[in-house]
């Protein structure tokens, strides 16, 4: 069965600081997606890593994947308070193929203090 | 931008009865996925629905639960008799192809079991 874990599971930290949120994966993947949640929203596409080493940056926030250590982080620059939201990763197991449904973590709820 | 449409947006049902909820996916979209997330809980894989059938389905959706594509727009997840911890928020997702590709989250149905 593949797991997902995420820490830490809840962060408070002020603007202008940096932190990194880890993702562990517990078997072989292809593929790693990083969501943001907002309270009571759906969920919002962030990041799609699909390979080993890969890196993508959107403003303040950085992901990256090592499929070999089982491990993605999301690493927040000079945080802002318009970032407090839960942070998901998720995992496809390797399949090669087909409609696959997402294994979830279980959130990192960061709160971005003034 | 096209984004994926949940109708209601509130369900209230007794325990046992039956409910539809329905979703429409992204026009150029392939793959349909539904998820569930009890309050403050993970997100949780449902069923993947791929060319007019079932593709992947988790432990959770078991024959209480189907899915279904009445018509060229609709994708809709009916429970047949509602249990008190069927209450959650149902997402539906869609994707253009399942290899690579964002799943694109709907605003969700939040399903009150009385």
């Known amino acids: 069965e593949l797991k997902v874990e995420q820490n830490p599971l809840f962060l408070s930290m002020q603007e202008g600081k940096n932190y990194t949120i880890y993702c562990n994966y517990s078997?072989?993947?292809?593929?790693l997606y990083w969501y943001r949640q907002d309270p009571g929203k759906s969920l919002e596409s962030l990041f799609v890593?699909?390979?080993?080493?890969a890196v993508k940056q959107e403003g303040r926030l950085m992901a990256s994947l090592d499929t070999k250590a089982r491990l993605s982080t999301l690493h927040i620059t000079a945080a802002v308070h318009d970032l407090s939201a839960t942070y998901f990763c998720a995992v496809v197991p390797y399949s090669g193929g087909g409609a696959d449904g997402l294994t979830f973590g279980k959130g990192t709820h960061l709160i971005i203090q003034p | 931008e096209p984004e994926v449409t949940q109708t209601p947006s509130h369900q209230v049902t007794q325990m046992g009865q039956e409910v539809i909820l329905r979703c429409v996916p992204i026009?150029?979209?392939?793959?349909f996925y539904w998820y569930r997330q009890i309050l403050g809980q993970k997100v949780e894989f449902l069923v993947s629905?791929?060319?007019?059938?079932?593709?992947?389905k988790s432990e959770i959706f078991d024959d209480q639960f189907s899915v279904e594509r009445p018509d060229g727009s609709n994708f809709t997840l009916k429970i047949r008799s509602t249990k008190l911890e069927d209450s959650a928020m149902y997402f539906c997702a869609s994707s253009q192809r399942a290899l690579q590709e964002t799943q694109y989250f709907g605003p969700g149905t939040r399903l009150l079991v009385l």
């Open positions: 629905f791929y060319n007019n059938e079932i593709s992947e």
């Open positions: 026009s150029n979209h392939l793959y």
């Open positions: 890593l699909l390979s080993n080493g």
């Open positions: 078997t072989t993947s292809d593929r």
